[in-house]
């Protein structure tokens, strides 16, 4: 059984740019939940997905966005990007169900020129 | 707030110790707390997730505990490897916000051959 795949792998982007991640989930899992994890804060939870509706949201600034599509894929995007914006995005599926373990990708490590 | 500490920050062992790490947060009212680990450049690798109705997992030399009335967990580590070596984090969630995962800073554990 695949796991979850995330691309790309490494981005490097520029102040201002914008940016969009990709999340395959594992098949059959509806819940996509993204973190970011820099050396300073750790780990900090973006948003969840769950059949294509936001269920759940962390304390960041509008930039950053998401959406699910009807495969249960999913993507984040980072707009108007910022220095402080360097860091490891993981992405995470579970079947959805609160008693159900998370599973993450490898992330994609996101460098801000 | 919940919050969730991890101590040490670090520890090296030489191999075939016994080890435990620990970790604590600050809110009871949890629904499952979760293991895992991190090695470097890669995601998170789930180890053993524990419902709030239960008091341990087991997976082979690891075993969990969990007491939530005084806000803690452990994580056993038997006959330690230098493969273990690697960073373990924990993290919490609560019923109604299954995919939002809270976590701790880590322990970076070095298992010397």
């Known amino acids: 059984k695949a796991g979850v795949t995330q691309t790309p792998r490494y981005l490097i982007k520029t102040r201002g740019q914008q940016v969009t991640l990709s999340c395959s989930p594992i098949?059959?899992?509806?819940?996509v939940s993204w973190y970011q994890q820099t050396p300073g804060q750790g780990l900090q939870f973006l948003f969840e997905?769950?059949?294509?509706?936001?269920?759940n949201k962390g304390n960041f600034p509008g930039r950053f966005s998401g959406r699910q599509f009807s495969n249960s894929r999913s993507e984040m995007n980072v707009s108007t990007l910022e220095l402080g914006d360097s860091a490891l995005y993981l992405c995470?599926?579970?079947?959805?169900?609160?008693?159900?373990?998370?599973?993450f990708g490898d992330g994609t490590r996101l460098s801000i020129l | 707030k919940q919050e969730v500490t991890q101590i040490p920050a670090a520890l090296s062992v030489p191999e075939g110790e016994n080890l435990v790490l620990n970790c604590s947060f600050t809110d009871s009212a949890i629904y499952n707390l979760q293991w895992f680990r991190q090695d470097p450049g890669k995601g998170l690798t789930s180890l053993l997730l524990i419902q709030s109705s239960q008091r341990e997992q087991t997976s082979g030399r690891l075993n969990a505990s969990l007491d939530k009335s005084s806000g803690r967990s452990t994580l056993y580590i038997a006959a330690s490897q230098p493969g273990d070596s690697a960073t373990y984090l924990c993290?919490?969630?609560?019923?109604?916000?299954?995919?939002?995962?809270?976590f701790g800073q880590g322990t970076e554990l070095s298992v010397k051959p």
């Open positions: 098949s059959g899992h509806r819940s």
């Open positions: 993290a919490v969630s609560r019923g109604n916000q299954g995919g939002k995962l809270i």
């Open positions: 997905y769950f059949s294509e509706t936001q269920r």
């Open positions: 995470a599926s579970s079947l959805g169900h609160s008693n159900q373990p998370q599973h």
